[in-house]
């Protein structure tokens, strides 16, 4: 039997659900699109019916802020509510969700206990954490915690040319507004399947996955694909397309029974894709991630030598253009002592994961102190329309999550 609470939550996730929906039962919502700015509305008004107050900061961050005690300090909850094209409804949006549910429910707990908060809450839905329609990923995490000036991000602009701040000006979802915060939690799905494998509903994340992801760009020469000979072939198309092959190669030399090394190509672009001519340029990104430094430093060397071989023997020209590097590092072992303590008192199942895929708070536990909270997402599908969590396992992370919020509120991982 779930609570009131409980069906409220859901009654949200569903609702939420419908902007952007896709007929695959997923959502287009990238960022600062327009389905990115009806789902911001659509949470703004969610919140705002609750009393809490909706603030923007200069690269579109959305605050919502919870006030318990008046001039107290914060504590942040946040994920994000963009997604990939063609992406879960799951992915980010969760987490936002959820963030606002266990503050509503310790907005009315407070209200009838005597016990007195020594922060408030604000939930962040962080602007382009998934990364497709503008580059990086992690955006306005990124811009937050200082990894990147705001002005460089407001002048990126999208393949149609659209900067970062036109697109937040068009949805209306931009301001000034600023504040620090004294700790960040983040509940999000696995995006894996290690929880459902071993039948546990929560997984506490202990460490992120190093992370190098690398722009390419391929630069051959232009010609007949039936008049020119081999020999006289500078094909960007066979270049870029080797290196796709060198990164699985290298995926599955580098990975031990210790260490695993994933490696991707997840965007190629090649130019003039025109029936009858070789390519002249194929812009691709390479990432490489691995859960230990030293093997991931040396499948990147391993990456690098690649490269160098394959301009030599396919007679193309590889130049390096922006990366995104992220190092293997822990989380807060309080935070993660606190989370466990917090699923032991809900009788909730857990163990501690990894996380590969990079999420806000890979940037927030550089700052402060940072807890990071995963739920099963059912044969680990993920950034596909079919992505899915139970409800169940989504309650039980909302229920975790406002206990852990609760004991961050009161002071028991950092105090003011
Ligand atoms: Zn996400």
């Given at each position: 039997?779930s609570?009131?609470?409980?069906?409220?939550?859901?009654?949200?996730?569903r609702?939420?659900?419908?902007?952007?929906?896709?007929?695959?039962?997923?959502v287009?919502?990238?960022?600062?699109?327009?389905?990115?700015?009806q789902t911001?509305?659509?949470?703004?008004?969610?919140?705002?019916?609750?009393?809490?107050e909706?603030?923007?900061?200069?690269?579109?961050?959305?605050?919502?802020l919870?006030?318990?005690?008046?001039?107290?300090?914060?504590?942040?909850?946040?994920?994000?509510?963009d997604?990939?094209?063609?992406?879960?409804?799951?992915?980010?949006?969760?987490?936002?969700?959820?963030?606002?549910?266990?503050?509503?429910?310790?907005?009315?707990?407070?209200?009838?206990?005597?016990?007195?908060?020594l922060?408030?809450?604000?939930?962040?839905?962080?602007?382009?954490?998934?990364?497709?329609?503008?580059?990086?990923?992690?955006?306005?995490?990124?811009?937050?915690?200082?990894?990147?000036?705001?002005?460089?991000?407001?002048?990126?602009?999208?393949?149609?040319?659209?900067t970062?701040?036109?697109?937040?000006?068009?949805?209306?979802?931009?301001?000034?507004?600023?504040?620090?915060?004294a700790?960040?939690?983040?509940?999000?799905?696995?995006q894996?399947?290690?929880?459902e494998?071993?039948?546990?509903?929560?997984?506490?994340?202990?460490?992120?996955?190093?992370a190098?992801k690398?722009?390419?760009?391929?630069?051959?020469?232009?010609?007949?694909?039936?008049a020119?000979?081999?020999?006289?072939?500078?094909?960007?198309?066979?270049?870029?397309?080797?290196?796709?092959?060198?990164?699985r190669?290298i995926?599955?030399?580098?990975?031990?029974?210790?260490?695993?090394?994933?490696?991707?190509?997840?965007?190629?672009?090649?130019?003039?894709?025109?029936?009858?001519?070789?390519?002249?340029?194929?812009?691709?990104?390479?990432?490489?991630?691995?859960?230990?430094?030293?093997?991931?430093?040396?499948?990147?060397?391993?990456?690098?030598?690649?490269?160098?071989?394959?301009?030599?023997?396919?007679?193309?020209?590889i130049?390096?253009?922006?990366?995104?590097?992220?190092?293997?590092?822990?989380?807060?072992?309080?935070?993660?002592?606190?989370?466990?303590?917090?699923?032991?008192?809900?009788g909730l199942?857990?163990?501690?994961?990894?996380?590969?895929?990079?999420?806000?708070?890979?940037?927030m536990?550089?700052?402060?102190?940072?807890?990071?909270?995963?739920?099963?997402?059912?044969?680990?599908?993920?950034?596909?329309?079919?992505?899915?969590?139970?409800?169940?396992?989504?309650?039980?992370?909302?229920?975790?999550?406002?206990?852990?919020?609760?004991?961050?509120?009161?002071?028991?991982?950092v105090?003011?």
């Open positions: 039997m609570t009131p609470q409980q069906q409220a939550f859901l009654a949200d996730f609702s939420m659900s419908s902007f952007g929906a896709t007929a695959g039962g997923g287009d919502r990238q960022a600062a699109t327009w389905a990115d700015g911001r509305n659509w949470f703004r008004g969610l919140v705002e019916g609750h009393g809490f909706v603030r923007y900061d200069q690269v579109g961050n959305q605050f919502t919870v006030e318990f005690v008046p001039g107290a300090p914060y504590i942040a909850i946040g994920s994000h509510l997604s990939q094209p063609l992406g879960g409804r799951f992915d980010g949006a969760y987490g936002v969700l959820a963030g606002a549910h266990a503050a509503m429910r310790l907005h009315e707990a407070f209200r009838v206990q005597d016990e007195t908060p922060y408030n809450i604000v939930i962040i839905n962080w602007f382009n954490e998934e990364g497709c329609r503008f580059k990086p990923s992690m955006m306005g995490s990124s811009v937050f915690t200082g990894k990147i000036p705001a002005a460089q991000v407001l002048a990126t602009t999208d393949p149609h040319g659209v970062v701040r036109e697109a937040l000006e068009s949805i209306g979802t931009i301001g000034d507004f600023s504040l620090d915060v700790a960040y939690l983040e509940i999000h799905i696995e894996g399947r290690s929880l494998d071993d039948g546990l509903s929560i997984g506490l994340v202990e460490s992120t996955w190093g190098n690398y722009e390419f760009v391929v630069h051959g020469e232009q010609a007949h694909t039936g020119t000979v081999i020999a006289d072939r500078s094909d960007a198309l066979l270049g870029a397309s080797s290196l796709v092959v060198a990164a190669e995926a599955n030399h580098f990975t031990t029974a210790e260490h695993m090394v994933i490696t991707s190509c997840g965007e190629f672009t090649v130019f003039p894709n025109s029936p009858v001519v070789v390519a002249n340029r194929v812009n691709l990104l390479v990432d490489i991630r691995s859960t230990d430094p030293t093997v991931l430093a040396a499948a990147d060397a391993e990456l690098h030598r690649r490269v160098a071989q394959i301009e030599q023997w396919a007679a193309v020209r130049e390096r253009g922006a990366e995104h590097i992220w190092a293997a590092k822990d989380y807060d072992a309080a935070g993660l002592l606190l989370a466990a303590a917090s699923a032991e008192k809900l199942t857990y163990g501690t994961v990894r996380t590969r895929a990079g999420h806000d708070s890979t940037n536990k550089d700052i402060v102190p940072t807890i990071m909270l995963f739920v099963p997402s059912a044969e680990g599908i993920s950034h596909n329309e079919r992505e899915f969590t139970a409800d169940n396992d989504m309650l039980a992370g909302v229920d975790l999550l406002t206990d852990l919020a609760r004991r961050l509120v009161t002071g028991e991982l105090r003011p």
